[in-house]
């Protein structure tokens, strides 16, 4: 994990909001990096701050009283006086998170619909990897150098194949994780796109392909061999589908569905 990657979760895991994988992710990184490492003792002295009782002051029951009185003017005044600012910080803090954190913007979605918990988590997976100097930790179009990188960091051997033939070059790899795993994720390209594809063990030796389209990405999952696989990309569908069929065409799995 890099720093800036590091930094726009620190919030979140001051608040205990981050999945497992990522908390342990933003905790390793914190070992290694003193600068994070006090940025988040900042916040925490921050956080532990602002939430002391003290800070706060009951109203006066004259004041509250005006507020709430059935059919006052002052009442409704100040109830809209209340709304339209607190409406408009909201809004004003959304919109800057979107445009200084693409990455946050699909972790909210993700929790905030929960329609495919997977689908949004490789999604989120996927954008963060798209941020510089994310994408990869080995750069090849070799599969013979892609596949030895991962020994000994992984307890699986990811099955890596070269599919430039077909319209879809390997550019490499990188180690991930989803689902509360460690994962390999093999970057391939098609034209100026990029898609990841995850895979990790699965205690299922074989499933169909299901496709999910999530906030203009295509995921494609599918289990092969004892092993999951999540292709991920703003490339049309059709085209991850012929990813996905290439990838597979040597190997028994059953068709999409």
């Keep these: 994990m890099m720093c800036n990657d590091a930094r726009l979760l620190l919030h979140a895991y001051l608040d ?13 990184h914190m070992h290694g990096c003193p600068a994070c490492a006090a940025s988040y003792a900042d916040y925490a002295r921050l956080h532990k701050a602002l939430a002391q009782p ?25 109830r809209t006086r209340r709304r339209w600012p607190g409406l408009a910080m909201a809004a004003g803090f959304i919109g800057a998170l979107l445009l200084t954190a693409p990455a946050w913007f699909y972790l909210w979605q993700q929790h905030g619909i929960g329609a495919n918990p997977l689908a949004g988590e490789v999604v989120s997976s996927h954008v963060r990897s798209l941020q510089q100097q994310h994408l990869m930790d080995v750069v090849s179009t070799d599969q013979h150098t892609v596949k030895p990188w991962f020994e000994g960091k992984l307890d699986f051997s990811p099955r890596v194949k070269d599919l430039a033939g077909v319209g879809f070059p390997l550019a490499g790899g990188r180690l991930d994780a989803l689902d509360g795993h460690s994962v390999a994720a093999l970057v391939y390209k ?11 063990p699965s205690t299922v030796t074989t499933s169909a392909a299901v496709v999910t389209q999530w906030h203009g990405y295509t995921v494609i999952r599918w289990i092969a061999g004892n092993m999951n696989y999540v292709a ?15 990838f597979q065409d040597d190997a028994a799995t059953p068709p999409m569905r």
């Design 54 to 78: 003290a800070l706060y002051r009951r109203a006066p029951d004259a004041l509250r009283a005006r507020w709430t009185a059935p059919g006052s003017p002052a009442a409704g005044n100040a």
């Design 16 to 28: 205990d909001e981050l999945d497992a994988a990522q908390s342990v992710a933003v905790t390793r």
């Design 190 to 200: 098609r034209r100026l796109h990029v898609i990841n594809l995850y895979q990790w």
């Design 232 to 246: 991920v990309s703003d490339v049309n569908e059709t085209d991850l589908r012929q990813f996905v069929l290439a």
